[in-house]
C-alpha cells in the first residue's frame, strides 16, 4: 500500500465496516462516504482482515472507533494496546480515532464494556491525565463518545455534558456525540438531552453516532441492533441545526442487517445533512 | 487508594460476587441491583458470543444451552485480562479438561483455538517453487527450514479434524466417518490461505518430518533422517507436495552464508 494521509471526512453519512459485509463492500463498494472501523478487530499481524481494512482504506476515508483503552480505568494504561494501535494509525491514516468516556477494567480485570464514570473532580483530573497520555503517545488528538449508563453514581458532582466539555477544554480532544446513548439516559434516567448539548462546544462536535436501542424490561438498553428510532432521528434534527452539519455514523453492531438496511439508514442521514445544508442557521 | 478505584473496585465486587452497590442509584432512584441485573447479563452476554465466534464448531456440536453453560463457567474461572476480545478465549480447551470433559469436545477447541490463532497470524512468503532450484545450488547443511507463521502443527489424541470439516457451515452434510484414531493418522497440519483454514491430516512419517521443519532443522539434517528412517520417502515430492498454493505455503528456507 503506497504512503497514505489522512483525508477529511465529509459531512457525510458512512457506515461501520462489519466482516458480514466484507464481500459485498469488496464486490461493489457502496455509495457512502465514510467508514468506521474498531481497530481491535486489526490488531493481528497479518491474514484476511488487514487485507480488507487496506482495500477498504484505498477507496474510503476511515474513522478508527476503539472500545478495549479502557480510558477512565485506574490501572496503567495497556502500552501493549496502545502500541498496536498508533501502528494502525500509522500504517492506515484513519481520520478521526475515538475512544469512550467510561472504564472497563480494575485490578486487571477486564469487563469488556463501557462501564461509566463518576463525574467528579476526581475523575475529571484522572480522565484529562490519561486522554493526556494517549493523545502524546498517538501523536495526535482524539475523540471522545459519551457512553449508555444504566445506574448513577451517588458520588457525581458534574454534569455530563459540563464534564465532558471541562475535558475538551483540558486536553484538546474533539467529541464523537452518540445521539442514541443520550437518547438512552435520557428515557432512563428523565434527563434533558438538550441540556447535554448546551453544555458542550459546538466546535468539538465532529462525529456523530446513530443507533438503535432495545427495550429490556425497563430499560432502553443500548444494544446498536435496531434502526434508529423515529425519536433519536429528531434528536439529530435537532443537533444538526445546534451544531451544524457532521460526519454522521449509522452504527450497527448486532442483529447485523443486509448492507443494503445500512445504507438505506445512511440514505436518510445524508438527506437530514442536505437540508440542513439547505436551510442556514 | 483514590476514591475513583475504590468506586471501580466496589462495582467490580458487586459484578462478580453479588455484592451489593450502595454508592450508586438504578432507575428512578431506585435500588442497585436492578442496573447489576442488567450489567451482569450485558457482559455476560458478550463474553458468550466471543467465545461462540472463536468456538463455532463446538458450539454447533454441542448446542447453544451446553455451550453457554461452559462459557459462563470459563468466564469465572478465566476472567478476561485484555481490552481486545481476540485472546479472551485462550484458556478455553484447559478449562474444559479441567472439567474432565470429553475428550473430543476438549481437542476440538485446541483445533479451534489454533484456527482463531491462524486468522490473524503474520502473512507467509508468497508460495513458491524456487526452493527447489535454491537447493540445487546451495550446500544443504547451510539452509534451515522455517514453518511459516501461518502454519501451525498440531498432536491431537482423536481425529477430530472429521468433526472440524464435517461441521463446517459449508459441509455436505455426509456425517463424520467414525471417531478412532487410525494409524495413518499422526497429526493435523492447519494452515491459512485465501483467507480460510485448512485442517490437513498428516500420516506419522510426515508428521515426524514437519516437525523437524517446525524445529528448524537444517535440509541436510532432514535428508539425514528420511533416508535413515524413511527410505521409500521422496522428500523432494514430499515437501512439493506441502507448497499447494490452494492450502497456503508451509514453510520456507533461509539460506546461512
Known amino acids: 500500500m503506497s504512503q497514505l494521509v489522512a483525508t477529511p471526512i465529509p459531512a457525510h453519512a458512512g457506515i461501520g465496516l462489519r466482516s458480514q459485509h466484507y464481500r459485498e463492500i469488496l464486490e461493489e463498494p457502496p455509495p457512502v462516504a465514510w467508514m468506521e472501523a474498531h481497530p481491535e478487530n486489526y490488531f493481528g499481524e497479518g491474514g484476511a482482515p488487514l487485507r480488507i481494512l487496506e482495500r477498504v482504506r484505498s477507496q474510503y476515508p476511515l474513522s478508527f472507533h476503539g472500545v478495549g483503552l479502557s480510558l477512565g480505568a485506574t490501572d496503567p494504561i495497556d502500552s501493549t494496546h496502545l502500541r498496536k494501535l498508533k501502528a494502525l494509525l500509522d500504517r492506515f491514516q484513519p481520520t478521526f480515532v475515538s475512544e469512550h468516556l467510561s472504564w472497563s ?13 463518576p463525574y467528579t473532580e476526581e475523575s475529571l483530573n484522572h480522565v484529562c491525565a490519561r486522554i493526556d497520555e494517549v493523545q502524546t503517545e498517538l501523536q495526535r488528538s482524539i475523540l471522545i463518545e459519551n457512553v449508555t449508563r444504566y ?5 457525581s458532582t458534574i454534569p455530563e455534558g459540563e464534564f465532558m466539555a471541562e475535558v475538551v477544554r483540558r486536553t484538546g480532544c474533539g467529541i464523537l456525540l452518540d445521539l442514541n446513548n ?3 439516559n435520557a428515557v432512563n434516567f428523565h434527563l434533558d438531552p438538550v441540556k447535554f448539548m448546551d453544555a458542550i462546544q459546538p466546535d468539538a462536535v465532529q462525529e456523530i453516532h446513530l443507533a438503535g436501542f432495545d427495550h429490556v424490561g425497563r430499560w432502553l438498553v443500548d444494544t446498536h441492533g435496531q434502526a434508529v428510532y423515529p425519536e433519536v432521528w ?12 457532521r460526519p454522521t455514523l449509522i452504527e450497527w453492531d448486532t442483529n447485523l442487517p443486509p448492507l443494503a438496511v445500512l445504507l438505506e439508514q445512511a440514505s436518510q442521514a445524508n438527506a437530514m445533512l442536505g437540508a440542513c445544508y439547505a436551510t442556514p442557521a | 487508594m483514590p476514591r475513583l478505584h475504590e468506586l471501580q473496585r466496589a462495582f467490580a465486587s458487586a459484578i462478580v460476587e453479588g455484592k451489593g452497590l450502595p454508592s450508586v442509584t438504578s432507575l428512578q432512584g431506585g435500588p442497585s441491583w436492578r442496573s447489576l441485573a442488567l ?7 458478550n463474553y458468550i458470543q466471543a467465545l461462540t465466534i472463536t468456538y463455532p464448531v463446538l458450539h454447533r456440536l454441542i448446542g447453544g444451552h451446553y455451550f453457554g453453560v461452559f462459557a459462563r463457567g470459563y468466564l469465572k474461572r478465566y476472567p478476561s485480562t485484555s481490552g481486545d476480545l481476540f485472546a479472551y478465549g485462550q484458556h478455553f480447551p ?4 479441567q472439567l474432565e470433559s470429553p475428550r473430543l469436545l476438549i481437542e476440538l477447541a485446541r483445533l479451534e483455538w489454533v ?18 532450484k535454491t537447493l540445487a545450488t546451495v550446500d544443504p547443511s547451510s539452509v534451515t527450514f522455517r514453518l511459516n507463521p501461518a502454519v501451525r502443527l498440531l498432536r491431537c489424541a482423536l481425529p477430530v479434524h472429521r468433526v472440524w470439516h464435517a461441521l463446517q457451515p ?23 490461505a485465501g483467507g480460510k483454514i485448512h485442517v490437513r491430516s498428516l500420516s506419522p512419517k510426515q508428521w515426524w518430518l514437519l516437525q523437524a521443519v517446525r524445529d528448524r532443522k537444517t535440509v541436510a539434517e532432514v535428508e539425514c533422517m528420511a533416508s535413515e528412517f524413511m527410505p521409500d520417502l521422496n522428500l523432494a515430492q514430499f515437501l512439493t507436495g506441502l507448497s499447494d498454493p490452494a492450502t497456503g505455503p508451509v514453510f520456507s528456507l533461509e539460506v546461512h552464508t
Open chain 1, 234 to 245: 429528531s434528536l439529530y434534527e435537532w443537533a444538526l441545526h445546534h451544531f451544524g452539519p
Open chain 2, 115 to 132: 484456527c482463531h490463532e491462524l486468522h490473524q497470524a503474520a502473512d507467509s512468503p508468497l508460495p513458491s517453487q524456487e526452493w527447489v
Open chain 2, 94 to 97: 484447559l478449562f474444559l479438561r
Open chain 2, 170 to 192: 459449508e459441509a455436505d452434510g455426509d456425517g463424520i466417518d467414525g471417531l478412532s484414531q487410525s494409524s495413518e493418522e499422526g497429526g493435523l497440519l492447519v494452515t491459512r
Open chain 1, 182 to 184: 443520550l437518547y438512552v
Open chain 2, 39 to 45: 450489567y451482569r447479563r450485558l457482559i455476560r452476554h
Open chain 1, 105 to 117: 477494567s480494575v485490578d486487571g480485570r477486564f469487563f469488556n464494556d463501557l462501564l461509566p464514570l
Open chain 1, 151 to 155: 445506574l448513577t453514581w451517588r458520588d
